[in-house]
């Protein structure tokens, strides 16, 4: 959770809290389910003590809409509702975002409608796009799924996207990461409703943490960037098979046949990086698939991937996933 979030106290407040949970077909049912589950939960707790959170799910039907395994998510509520609620929340819709303002138009003005009078937005993966339709977004910080991240940023790049972190609480504004990360995201809520003594007690309950990690482990590899410079796509193809070879940013502009000076410009332009970021990022995508797929040393692999220092390909490695090629190797290795 993002530190400006983790000190928040719960409002005060003699009266039951409204939480609108958003349903559309394609979404994360167990998104819906859990949070539901989650919200109850802290709802036991309480024991009729003071304010309890009273969970709606909308539907644009009010009625059952189709998640994206297949099951029926009952719904006692239109979209209308989400502009009387305290807090509206928006689960993960599985696929790519491509074309979901479109799609769900009337829900991104509901939304917009609902943050102007004061209810908390709040989303989780991909549902965070449609938040950042609204721009209740726009100079605040956000995060959001990994997988979309780049498309994120050219879409929405007045948003501070913060992709490591799982959840990022802006006060009317409440992120989480990629699907999964909803229960961090309701335990959030709880703790802003209900106070942390709940939040906590419902961790426990659920068997998860309440402070949870950062998703920057998940966030490599990505895909290659498409564009249309071939021949900083040359110096991108010869990278990847010449990975142990030294980096040189000289030789790379001779195989794209430009100067120095125009090939870090194009490069830049192209992929979004630098040549060395470039380098460095795939060096340690290579290194992410030995550590999971093979048993070769952390000293085997090093070399393989283009460095003679050990110590600093650990320290590059912890930079871009947050853990030790070791510890890596413990969460994400399958071989043998």
Known sequence: MSDRGTDRKPQERSDDWRIVLVAVPGCMSSAICGSLEAFAIANALRAGEGPNLRVEVATSSKESTLGFGGLAIPSNVGLDAIEHADVVVVPPILGSPHGLASAHAE???RLA???AGGSIAAA???????????GVLNGRRATTTPAFRDLFHRRYPEVLLRTAMRVVDEGSVVTAGATTSYLDLALALIARSLGPRVALESARILSTDRNPRSQQPFLLPRPSVEHADDEVRKAEQWITQHLAEPFDTDSLARIAATSP?????????????????YVQRVRVEAAMKDLEATQLSIEEITTQCGYADTRSFRRLFHKQTGLSPAEYRRRFGYAG
Do not use: H, K, M, W
């Open 107 to 109: 829900l991104v003005d």
């Open 113 to 115: 409608i609902a943050s």
């Open 124 to 134: 989780t993966c991909t549902g965070t796009f449609l938040l950042a339709e609204t």
């Open 261 to 277: 000076r125009s090939f870090l410009r194009r490069f830049r332009n192209a992929t979004g990086e630098s040549p060395r970021e």
